[in-house]
């Protein structure tokens, strides 16, 4: 982190301190109290002014590079570079198609269907259900002979 940071995580953390011990003496259990007593410590040197006092100094470079920071991980990479590394192939699919495509898919399908279709589907489905107990239809079967539900 840089010094501006820690100084506003510092802020941040000197503003919570009363709620944080506040919270701590009711809500940790006994065995885990004492470590407040790490809280008061960091408080204090965030008061004095010195946040990272008696830590080591890590060098930005070698924060940077453990962190990652402006790692090349590929969320970044545009279509170009993706296109070169995949060996020019091409994302644009409009350079393999012709130009006019109106041949290979038709938009009318009249020419499929007849133009009479009620003979594909009946009107009449009394073929396929039967109202007496003579033609169960499965499921049990009420007075008036019908399915119950």
């Known amino acids: 982190m840089c010094e501006a940071e820690l100084e506003n995580h510092g802020t941040l953390m000197d503003d919570w301190s009363e709620h944080i011990s506040w919270l701590w003496t009711r809500c940790q259990p006994e065995g885990n109290r004492g470590y407040i007593a790490d809280w ?27 962190l990652e920071v402006g790692l090349d991980d590929g969320e970044d990479a545009d279509v170009a570079l993706i296109a070169a590394a995949e060996g020019g192939i091409s994302n644009d699919v409009s350079d393999d198609l012709p130009n006019d495509v109106s041949n290979n898919v038709p938009n009318d399908v009249s020419d499929d269907l007849p ?22 239809v499965g499921g049990d079967q009420g007075p008036s002979g019908g399915a119950v539900a």
């Open 40 to 66: 008061d410590q960091m408080i204090r040197k965030i008061r004095r002014g010195n946040p990272t006092e008696d830590q080591p100094q890590v060098e930005e470079e070698i924060e940077a590079a453990v």
């Open 115 to 136: 133009n009479d279709v009620s003979n594909n589907v009946s009107n009449d489905v009394s073929n396929g259900v039967f109202n007496d107990n003579n033609h169960n």
